[in-house]
């Protein structure tokens, strides 16, 4: 799906039941760090440019979060509740589960061309943090597990019991792969072109692997 960077629920300075402490002056800071990770990269943007865009002071800063790690997992959080909301939008939304995965590389395809987009946020954060242990890495790897999960469990529904029946988890990697892609290669090869690739590229897997 596209990407976005909509601010989402964490737990990092929270409350003791779990929630994080919600106000204003965060929701403010989390947008703008948001916004500013997404156009020019994470490490690029300092805790300095966040305050005087937000803008907040340095102990509204630490109040709500910690440190700087702790604003980028609430930023890849927020990308990723909103992919799973409009996911999972597409999912309901469709007559069957080939159409929900037709919806699924539409709104990935579209996205492409949108003015604002820079790639995956994912993906260039991948390229940022790329010790394993780190927490901004398992946010990434998290995501990643339940995309592919989501769409081994959709191809699985449209394989059935199709004599021809491929692997549903192979079909879902190379979903992944094609769309990890066409997030590198828009800005390269040209959004319509890579959208049009990746369309021709799930249509083939929807009506030959199965």
């Not at 994080?20 to 760090?33: F, G, N, Y």
């Not at 943007?45 to 910690?66: K, M, N, Q, S, W």
Request: hydrophobic share 40%; with cysteine; charged share 25%.
């Amino acid at each position: 799906m596209a990407t976005r960077t909509r601010p989402a629920t964490d737990t990092a300075n929270g409350s003791s039941s779990g929630e994080p402490v919600r106000s204003e002056a965060r929701e403010r800071l989390l947008s703008t760090a948001s916004g500013l990770f997404y156009r020019e990269g994470i490490r690029a943007v300092g805790v300095e440019r966040i305050l005087a865009e937000a803008p907040a002071t340095r102990a509204t800063f630490y109040r709500h979060f910690p440190s700087k790690e702790d604003l980028v997992v609430a930023y890849l959080r927020g990308v990723d509740t909103a992919t799973r909301a409009d996911v999972q939008a597409a999912i309901e939304a469709a007559p069957s589960p080939a159409d929900a995965l037709r919806a699924i590389g539409t709104a990935l395809a579209d996205s492409l061309a949108s003015p604002e987009f820079r790639g995956c946020a994912f993906l260039k954060a991948a390229a940022e943090y790329p010790d394993p242990e780190d927490p901004v890495r398992q946010v990434i790897l998290d995501h990643r597990a339940w995309y592919t999960t989501t769409l081994t469990d959709l191809f699985a529904q449209v394989f059935g019991d199709s004599p021809r029946r491929g692997k549903p988890e192979h079909a879902a990697r190379h979903f992944v792969m094609m769309r990890d892609g066409a997030m590198s290669g828009a800005h390269l090869d040209g959004a319509e072109s890579v959208g049009a690739a990746f369309h021709r590229g799930l249509e083939g897997m929807l009506t030959m692997l199965h």
